[in-house]
């Protein structure tokens, strides 16, 4: 039964993954590294990651380039530019071609979901490690202190920070245009934690599966259900995380996405 359930979870993943992708082809985040983070987190959040897409994560269809004429627009009166339309200098029949989401109409994503995309930016980089890392440990063996799971925890912590920083350091540069040495280093300051608390929860959820639930029978990572262990482990990692992209965001050491 438990294999059963965990082929249709982890089935479940990757066909939304690829649903999300297609998705994606017609509705681009307006960040890019975005596009890559859902990917991901639809790998191991499932049809949770799917209703979160849904409920805060897709773009609009607003958020689309314009590019018509001004007097085409129908825009009504009552619609507020942010400038001076003497400012503007247009002419009548020049276009705009601008994202909508540009236009800043005034609409701020809650603060809950803002906290919930950086912490899912961060746990995009410990997906990628983890199944980079995993995989490759069974194909190499490793060994730190005489255990195999605990170099393998350790090379997907050094992965995941490796990657983390990358996608963070991506993000930054979008956002900021810095030198790539101070967006390095903003990058590390920022997912350092993120990443080590999303860890905290993962492993801690690993760790009960490989001594307490599977002590007797240990469990294979070419299995299915070491698979849906993991997505399981992931959901325990974004709620560690949840809580320290909070407090970084409010210390002003991390940008709410």
Not at 206 to 225: C, G, H, K, T
Request: aromatic share 16%; proline share 2%; net charge positive.
């Amino acid at each position: 039964m438990l294999t059963l359930i965990s082929v249709f979870f982890v089935c479940s993943g990757i066909g939304l993954a690829a649903h999300i992708a297609y998705d994606l082809t017609k509705r681009k985040q307006s960040m890019k590294i975005m596009n890559v983070v859902w990917i991901f987190t639809a790998l191991w959040g499932s049809y949770l990651a799917l209703w979160a897409y849904y409920k805060f994560g897709r773009a609009k269809k607003g958020d689309m380039k314009m590019n018509m004429p001004m007097d085409d627009m129908n825009m009504d009166k009552g619609m507020k530019m942010n400038m001076p339309m003497d400012d503007m200098n247009m002419d009548k029949g020049m276009k705009m071609d601008m994202p909508m989401g540009d236009m800043n109409m005034g609409a701020k994503r809650p603060h809950w979901q803002s906290v919930a995309l950086s912490a899912l930016h961060c746990g995009a980089g410990c997906t990628l490690a983890d199944i980079i890392g995993e995989w490759l440990s069974h194909y190499i063996h490793f060994e730190i202190a005489g255990s195999t799971l605990l170099s393998n925890w350790i090379i997907d912590f050094i992965l995941a920070l490796m990657i983390g920083v990358y996608f963070q350091f991506y993000a930054i540069r979008e956002m900021e245009k810095i030198s790539i040495g101070k967006g390095l280093a903003k990058a590390f300051k920022a997912d350092f934690f993120s990443l080590t608390s999303w860890q905290v929860g993962m492993y801690g959820w690993m760790a009960i599966v490989y001594f307490v639930i599977f002590r007797v029978y240990p469990l294979q990572d070419s299995r299915w259900v070491f698979w849906f262990m993991m997505q399981i482990a992931m959901l325990f990692g974004f709620f560690c995380a949840y809580p320290m992209n909070a407090l970084l965001i409010k210390l002003g050491i991390k940008k709410g996405m």
